[in-house]
């Protein structure tokens, strides 16, 4: 049997924990998905890894890269190829606006979480910039004070 959602009323499907290690996200962005049937379903079973995507644009449209969305297992000669790319979903004006911020500041774009919405898989898009080697140990010397700070006030 398949790994199932942790609960029916938690829409995420997967979850990009290393982005928020490797990034500054600056900004959020909902975009929707083209997926073929064989995807959706093996969605719906679990299957998904965003850990090594990006964003990237060409010729005026967004397309997924690098993730992996597992073959459906009850799948046959149609099922689909688990890394391929993926038009994103959105509008013109933002396209372009994200197109335009990317080139001027340095700035990548990274998915941060893949959801059902409705009844739709959605994918919210984070515009990222890179954390340097020092940026990451900061990062985790907050995160481990913040932790021992709760630890000994749980303790009183």
Known sequence: MSPRPKSDTDPTIANNRAAYHNY???ETIEAGIELQGTEIKSLREG???LRE???SMRGGEAFLTNVHISPYERGHSSNHEAKRERKLLLHRAEIIRLGITIKQKGLTMVPLRLYWLRNRVKLE???AKGKRL???RETIAAKDARR???RAAKSR
Request: hydrophobic share 45%; charged share 20%.
């Open 24 to 26: 500054f996200i600056l």
């Open 47 to 49: 299957g998904a890894n």
């Open 53 to 55: 995507g990006y964003v």
């Open 125 to 127: 898009i984070g515009l």
């Open 134 to 136: 020092y940026d990451k």
């Open 148 to 150: 021992e700070m709760d």
